[in-house]
């Protein structure tokens, strides 16, 4: 457990720095890209039924209007509303597409660790195997 975890501190951290590094156009007062690597959590289990590492952004830690920003982020652009009326109906608003000034951020910044986090579980199968067997004997 402590070595995947070893393994996967770096990519959290350059996950963590990729997002605060993304440049801010007009108001930067929210937070959002501090929100965001802070939402940015790595979990590992070892149970019996279901052991794994994942790395993700904890949408539930961000507030409610903050949550799809990590997947738009990712995904490049999203269409949102300029000036928009909340008493006329959404079809009538002007939508204009914003794009992601980073573009994908979150894929090609796992891609270069996938080999050392994967090598990192192997040796912990291994291990464990080793571990039954010699207790089999």
Same mark, same amino acid.
């Given at each position: 457990?402590?070595?995947?975890?070893?393994?996967?501190?770096?990519?959290? !951290?350059?996950?963590?720095?990729?997002? !605060?590094?993304?440049?801010?156009?007009?108001?930067?007062?929210?937070? &959002?890209?501090?929100?965001?690597?802070?939402?940015?959590?790595?979990?590992?289990?070892?149970?019996?039924?279901?052991?794994? &590492? !994942?790395?993700?952004?904890?949408?539930?830690?961000?507030?409610p209007?903050?949550?799809?920003?990590?997947?738009?982020?990712?995904?490049?652009?999203?269409?949102?509303? &300029?000036?928009?009326?909340? !008493?006329?109906?959404?079809?009538?608003?002007?939508?204009?597409?914003?794009?992601?000034?980073?573009? @994908?951020?979150?894929a @090609?910044?796992?891609?270069?660790?996938?080999?050392?986090?994967?090598?990192? &579980?192997?040796d912990?199968?291994?291990?464990?195997?080793?571990?039954?067997?010699?207790?089999?004997?």
């Amino acid at each position: 457990n402590r070595d995947i975890r070893k393994a996967t501190d770096t990519a959290l !951290r350059d996950l963590r720095s990729t997002i !605060r590094s993304m440049p801010v156009k007009g108001d930067s007062r929210d937070r &959002v890209r501090d929100r965001i690597a802070a939402a940015t959590v790595l979990q590992v289990r070892t149970g019996a039924n279901e052991s794994g &590492v !994942r790395i993700f952004v904890n949408r539930r830690k961000l507030p409610p209007e903050k949550r799809p920003l990590p997947f738009l982020l990712e995904q490049g652009k999203w269409r949102r509303p &300029v000036y928009a009326n909340p !008493r006329r109906p959404r079809s009538d608003w002007r939508w204009v597409e914003q794009r992601s000034p980073i573009g @994908p951020w979150f894929a @090609p910044t796992i891609r270069p660790h996938e080999t050392k986090i994967g090598g990192a &579980v192997q040796d912990v199968l291994h291990s464990t195997e080793r571990k039954i067997r010699e207790a089999l004997r």
